[in-house]
């Protein structure tokens, strides 16, 4: 990955929780000045309240925690829950939306996903595309968006017109679409075998009931 360009990596401090939560805690020195809490040296207390906050304040992990989410093969729906529910306070509610549509769609694809590799319904690309979302194209799209500051990713256009929070999004219903063509695709043979064995079923039994003796009437004698 390319080192950010400098300009970029001040924008992104600048618009960062930490230097946000030092900037009040300096303002909270500067009032108790104003307000004749402190004299001396008012400036050196302003300017270790600010330390304070840059340095002290707790850094978001989300980033981190999505990008090196361990997702083993026999654990994945298992993990894509853990990790849904671990970065949803740090999704803007239209993306955690998307991703929980993601999320439906591999809790119903992936605890069948070598059976339908098995029985030949999914093909080993589709099989590979689904494993490789859960273990790599979702963490890494989270964690590059988890890595901005939240005003900035939500406030800040890109280069090309978008919000960080908006390409997000984009990336995110790309991902939906893709796992949801996998998950129609290999669900139709099932549905098609239904259908099947439902006109089997109609045809055998039309046949039997052709075949069934006819009950005997009995005549009522004539008087």
Request: with cysteine; net charge positive; glycine share 8%.
């Amino acid at each position: 990955m390319e080192p950010l360009p400098f300009s970029r990596r001040v924008t992104l401090f600048l618009y960062s929780t930490n230097n946000i939560v030092g900037c009040v805690l300096a303002l909270g020195g500067l009032g108790l000045f104003f307000g004749g809490v402190i004299n001396a040296y008012w400036w050196a207390i302003a300017a270790g309240l600010y330390g304070v906050g840059v340095l002290g304040w707790p850094r978001n992990d989300l980033a981190s925690t999505a990008e090196h989410t361990e997702l083993s093969a026999d654990r994945l729906a298992d993990e894509v829950r853990r990790l849904v529910d671990t970065v949803a306070k740090g999704l803007p509610a239209d993306a955690l939306a998307a991703l929980r549509s993601i999320q439906s769609t591999l809790v119903e694809l992936l605890p069948r996903l070598k059976e339908l590799r098995d029985r030949g319904v999914i093909s080993g690309k589709d099989s590979f595309t689904v494993v490789e979302t859960v273990r790599r194209y979702l963490p890494d799209t989270l964690a590059a968006y988890l890595r901005l500051p939240k005003l900035y990713a939500q406030t800040q256009s890109l280069a090309d017109g978008r919000t960080a929070s908006q390409v997000l999004l984009d990336q995110l219903k790309v991902l939906d679409g893709s796992l949801k063509d996998v998950a129609r695709s290999a669900f139709a043979g099932d549905a098609e075998a239904l259908i099947t064995n439902g006109r089997f079923l109609e045809a055998k039994f039309s046949e039997r009931a052709t075949f069934l003796p006819t009950r005997a009437v009995e005549r009522v004698p004539q008087r």
